[in-house]
């Protein structure tokens, strides 16, 4: 459901569409073009913490596409109430595929931690071509890493942990040795996660190196 048309610079579209179980997903829509970008939340994060890199985004001609998992704003589906174990995966196929049956000839995914880890597993469910690129802020998928499909991004911060003597750049690294090419792995200083690198001094080379990575021929 359309509200107003999206510009650039104007306020976003909010749209909605069904995922393959039966949820409901409310979403953001910043741009015009045929290149979709699709935006995956962290846990700690809802759809418009995006906003200023959907915009950015947006301004270098991509159609951008944040949304709310199941469970956040109004968005809903089994196992809202304990998102981390929900089939996210299908939140994402659904934004994957109303960005595709509203004209995208291309669609990427930015996600950032719980939404890096279910942009994954979406690229594992995904038919082939249907995901292009894949860019995982401090990710993982849950699924089989050799059966990840499209280009990948795997980005980091050297010290980040998840808990006490549990760093997430090993684990990082063995998936993305695992991980069938085109990929790339990088590894930014610091030790903020996922989203909350953007508010540091690094934000700055994380979006460039997002641009840099989807605008790539």
């Known amino acids: 459901m359309a509200v107003v048309l999206a510009g650039v610079a104007g306020p976003p579209e ?76 299908f939140d994402v196929l659904a934004a994957v595929r109303y960005l595709r049956k509203t004209g995208a000839r291309t669609v990427s995914i930015v996600g950032g931690s719980m939404g890096g880890g279910a942009a994954a597993d979406a690229s594992i469910e995904a038919e082939p071509g249907e995901i292009d690129r894949l860019v995982l802020l401090a990710a993982q998928a849950n699924g089989p890493p050799e059966k990840m499909k499209g280009r990948k991004l795997f980005i980091v911060s050297r010290d980040d942990v998840g808990g006490p003597d549990m760093p997430r750049l090993p684990g990082i690294r063995a998936q993305y040795e695992r991980a069938p090419g085109p990929k790339e792995l990088v590894i930014l200083e610091g030790s903020a996660h996922a989203q909350f690198i953007f508010q540091t001094d690094q934000g700055e080379r994380l979006m460039r190196e997002i641009l840099r990575f989807l605008s790539a021929p």
């Open 14 to 89: 909010h749209v909605s569409f069904p995922t393959q179980d039966g949820g409901l997903i409310y979403a953001d829509v910043y741009g015009r073009g045929d290149r979709g970008v699709v935006l995956a939340h962290g846990g700690r994060f809802n759809k418009e913490s995006w906003r200023p890199q959907a915009r950015t985004l947006a301004e270098a001609g991509f159609r951008v596409l944040a949304f709310d998992f199941r469970g956040y704003g109004q968005s809903r589906g089994p196992g809202q109430s304990q998102p981390l174990g929900a089939p996210l995966q």
